[in-house]
């Protein structure tokens, strides 16, 4: 019998997550193993641990998981999957780190409808990792208004040539500005105290440092800036079509029963087809209240994320929330 050749072990797998509700357990001993030539499907319902394990393995876990316990062995050989791990080793060696929100970058960049897609296709080489993304990536990671320092040495006349490029952008704040993908790409800042999106009343702020940062309306930082500040607030407008992906909170809150989880899961991931980013769950006296954090486009996306979720029973508030 001809001995098989081994390229990937992973022998009592355990990872867990840190979550505001406390270490979350999510994946226990895992154990496979994968042959020169074979084909191993991790097979599972949503939420089981099939793209929290596979992350393991490929050394891209969320920054709040931690591999509890557990060995992970390759061994070398030359087929799609190690292409894959190794452009992404790569970019950590151009300072990109392998998380989260690096691979959701490039999902969105090569227009892949998920991570699993997005691999896949790295991985058959029909997408193919080079300078382009990582200079994207570098460009994005970096804060916007860094790209517009400029430092004078003496009186060099080809330095200063060369910083001519850099000049900042001429800001007209009698015109509107336009909410492209690629001005909130590589222009303009989302605001973290109120995480607007797509479809939000907003408004942009002209800060210190002439970086344009975009508020909603209602934010309560927005009122103090238009108060103090009114010279420096921009009308906006949004002329996005649905290409790039924003995270939002719903807080649910209701009755609690057995399968209503599942039941929630099931309405976001299979018949929205929306990704679940975070979830956490707290029951009490039976009453449940939880927050879900997740992935959409627009502000139309959450009308018809919460409708959905309203209609299951037992739920009894369903609410876009912040952080």
């Avoid at 970096?142 to 517009?148: E, L």
């Avoid at 679940?276 to 039976?286: C, H, N, Q, S, V």
């Amino acid at each position: 019998m001809e001995k098989k050749e081994e390229i990937l072990r992973v022998r009592n797998l355990d990872i867990s997550f840190e979550t505001t509700a406390g270490v979350v357990n999510a994946v226990r001993g895992v154990n496979l193993t994968v042959n020169r030539g074979e084909t191993v499907a991790i097979v599972g319902e949503s939420g089981s641990g099939k793209s929290v394990s596979a992350k393991a393995i490929m050394g891209i876990l969320a920054k709040n998981g931690t591999i509890d316990r557990g060995q992970i062995t390759f061994s070398y050989y030359r087929n799609p999957e190690e292409r894959v791990t190794r452009e992404i080793l790569q970019m950590k060696k151009e300072e990109i780190r392998p998380e989260e929100t690096v691979i959701e970058k490039l999902r969105k960049l090569h227009n892949a409808k998920n991570e699993e897609e997005l691999l896949a296709a790295i991985g058959s080489k029909a997408i193919v990792l080079g300078e382009a993304d990582k200079n994207e990536l570098k460009e994005k990671q970096t804060s916007n208004w860094k790209k517009y320092l400029t430092f004078s040495f003496g009186n060099n006349k080809e330095k200063q040539e060369e910083k001519e490029p850099q000049e900042k952008e001429k800001i007209n704040p009698k015109q509107v500005l336009k909410l492209t993908e690629e001005s909130l790409q590589k222009k303009y800042i989302m605001a973290e105290c109120c995480h607007p999106i797509p479809g939000d009343d907003v408004l942009g702020y002209v800060d210190e440092n002439d970086r344009i940062i975009i508020h909603k309306r209602q934010c309560p930082v927005a009122a103090k800036l238009k108060s103090s500040y009114g010279n420096r607030i921009l009308a906006t407008e949004w002329d996005t079509h649905k290409e790039l992906s924003f995270l939002v909170y719903i807080y649910i809150k209701g009755i609690d029963s057995m399968g209503l989880l599942n039941e929630v899961t099931q309405v976001i991931s299979r018949q929205l087809n929306v990704n679940i980013r975070k979830l956490t769950i707290e029951t009490e006296d039976g009453i449940f209240e939880g927050k879900i954090q997740l992935w959409v486009h627009d502000v139309d996306d959450v009308k018809t994320i919460c409708n959905n979720l309203k209609k299951i029973q037992n739920i009894k508030q369903v609410s876009r929330v912040e952080e």
